[in-house]
C-alpha cells in the first residue's frame, strides 16, 4: 500500500530556533498533502493544505509566517517551525492524497517536537 | 465549517464484550473515514463510507453510515486487547478531512 513517511520521527530544540519537518510520499506521487498537529489526548487538527507548485492554504487561527510550508515536489512537503516557543511542542501528522487515486489519504507516523 | 462529534469519549470494555462508538455530524456527509490510531502514532486506514445506508466490515470492525448520511457508527464484535487505541472519524470537506475528538477504547483482558 501507499507509504507516507515523515523525518524527523522526534526531534528537540531550544526556544527560538526553527525546526523543518520533511513528509514524503514513497510510492505515489502527492500534489496535495496536509499537516496536522495533535495535543496529547487531544484530535488532529488540520493546520494547512500545501499544493505542490503553489502557496499553501492555511486554516483559520494558524500563522503563516510561522508554519512555513513548502511543496516543491510531487512527494516531498516540508514544514518549518520558525522561532519555536515551546507552546509549539506538540505531535505533527502529514497526510498525502494519491494524485492518481481515489479519495484516500495515508497519513505518516508523525512528528514529535519538544521545544524546550 | 463541518463539525463531528463523536461518542464515547472513552470506553472501557472487557475482552470479548461488543461495543458501539458512534459519529455524527453537523452536515451531510460525503466521505466518513474511520482511522485508529495508537497514542504518539500514525493513523491506521480503517474504512471508508459514501453511500447512505453503506455498510463495510473488515475482521472483527463494522461501519455503517445511515440514510440520511449524517451519522456513522463503528461496532467491534468481540473485542480484543489489539483493538485498544484510539477510533477518529473524519469527514471529507472539500478535499480535507476534518476529524472528530476522538474515542480513546481500552480492553480489558
Known amino acids: 500500500g501507499a507509504v507516507v513517511s515523515q523525518h524527523p520521527s522526534w526531534v528537540i530544540c531550544k526556544s527560538g530556533t526553527s525546526v523543518k519537518i520533511e513528509c514524503r510520499s514513497l510510492?505515489?506521487?502527492?500534489?496535495?498533502m496536509f499537516w496536522y498537529r495533535q495535543f496529547p489526548k487531544q484530535s488532529l487538527m488540520l493546520m494547512a493544505t500545501?499544493?505542490?507548485?503553489?502557496?499553501?492554504?492555511?486554516e483559520q487561527g494558524v500563522e503563516k509566517d510561522k508554519f512555513l510550508i513548502n511543496h516543491a515536489s510531487l512527494t516531498l512537503s516540508t514544514l518549518t517551525v520558525t522561532s519555536a516557543h515551546p507552546e509549539d511542542s506538540s505531535f505533527y501528522i502529514c497526510?498525502?492524497?494519491?494524485?492518481?487515486?481515489?479519495?484516500?489519504?495515508?497519513f505518516g507516523p508523525g512528528t514529535r517536537l519538544t521545544v524546550t | 465549517s463541518q463539525e463531528l462529534e463523536q461518542s464515547p469519549q472513552s470506553l472501557i470494555v472487557q475482552e470479548g464484550k461488543n461495543l458501539t462508538i458512534n459519529c455524527t455530524s453537523s452536515?451531510?456527509?460525503?466521505?466518513l473515514y474511520w482511522y485508529k490510531q495508537k497514542y504518539g502514532e500514525g493513523l491506521i486506514f480503517l474504512m471508508m463510507l459514501q453511500k447512505g445506508g453503506e455498510e463495510k466490515s473488515h475482521e472483527k470492525i463494522t461501519a455503517k453510515l445511515d440514510e440520511k448520511k449524517q451519522q456513522s457508527s463503528l461496532h467491534i464484535t468481540a473485542s480484543q486487547p489489539s483493538h485498544a487505541g484510539i477510533y477518529l472519524c473524519?469527514?471529507?470537506?472539500?478535499?480535507?478531512?476534518?476529524f472528530g475528538q476522538g474515542t480513546e477504547l481500552s480492553v480489558k483482558p
Open positions: 500545501s499544493n505542490e507548485g503553489s502557496k499553501a492554504t492555511y
Open positions: 452536515k451531510t456527509l460525503y466521505g
Open positions: 497526510s498525502a492524497r494519491d494524485s492518481a487515486g481515489a479519495h484516500e489519504q495515508y
Open positions: 510510492d505515489f506521487q502527492a500534489t496535495t
Open positions: 473524519g469527514a471529507d470537506e472539500g478535499g480535507k478531512l476534518i
